[in-house]
């Protein structure tokens, strides 16, 4: 059935770094792929989201493509910050799975 | 709008009482979801409606949950009697179709409920 796999936490990275969260998944047609946020003590939100191949989401300097022929929807970051430590959480568009998504911790 | 609502934010409960989770959706949004949240488990999907009516259950761990949507801006989920491995972050969240079989809106969550049931 359709899914996604999400890269497994948890992540640490020093402030200013390159954040690259990998997503793929397996769909029958062409739903909607979804990069949640979930900030400590918080509901998640939507960072991001692209609807069709080859679109790109955009977000806070967060950025993701639709790659269908790679079926990946790779979350990346080019400065971290400590206010981005969060859990984050990769989604289709025709499934309710978000699973236990991957924690990102920026150090000063 | 307000987003949506939940209630209460917090509860704390003892073994075997009655726990009642309430949920104010988007004005406009026809689907509703229930999900709990824990470390080990990550964020499980318990049950969904759709205009008001239960869609898939299949999450619900056992006949202890229950959930009703009455009407369009109000849901409900109940355990009875409660347990302690029901301790978790219980939230709620509503989303519309986009309009083809393929593909949903993105969801708004609620802030949660964090349970703890001693």
């Known amino acids: 059935g359709d899914s996604v796999t999400q890269m497994e936490g948890p992540v640490t990275l020093s402030e200013e770094a390159f954040l690259t969260i990998n997503c793929t998944y397996t769909a029958t047609g062409y739903p909607s792929l979804f990069w949640y946020v979930q900030y400590p003590g918080e509901g998640l939100q939507l960072l991001l989201k692209a609807t069709k191949a080859d679109d790109k989401g955009s977000n806070k300097g967060f950025e993701a493509t639709y790659r269908k022929e790679t079926t990946s929807f790779h979350l990346e970051k080019g400065s971290v910050q400590v206010s981005d430590s969060a859990v984050y959480f990769c989604?289709?568009?025709?499934?309710?799975?978000f699973g236990t998504g991957t924690s990102l911790t920026v150090i000063p | 709008d307000a987003g949506v609502i939940q209630s209460p934010r917090h509860e704390v409960t003892e073994m075997g009482q009655e726990v009642t989770l309430r949920c104010k959706p988007i004005?406009?949004?026809?689907?509703l979801f229930w999900y709990r949240q824990t470390m080990m488990r990550g964020l499980e999907l318990l049950i969904y409606?759709?205009?008001?009516?239960?869609?898939?259950d299949s999450g619900m761990p056992e006949d202890r949950f229950s959930a009703k949507m009455p009407n369009a801006s109000f849901s409900t989920l109940k355990i009875q009697p409660s347990e302690p491995r029901d301790s978790a972050v219980y939230f709620c969240?509503?989303?519309?179709?986009?309009?083809?079989?393929?593909?949903?809106?993105?969801?708004?969550f609620g802030p949660g409920t964090r349970l703890t049931v001693l």
């Open positions: 989604a289709l568009g025709n499934q309710f799975y």
């Open positions: 004005s406009g949004h026809d689907y």
């Open positions: 409606f759709n205009n008001n009516v239960p869609i898939d």
């Open positions: 969240a509503s989303s519309s179709l986009v309009g083809t079989i393929y593909s949903y809106n993105e969801q708004f």
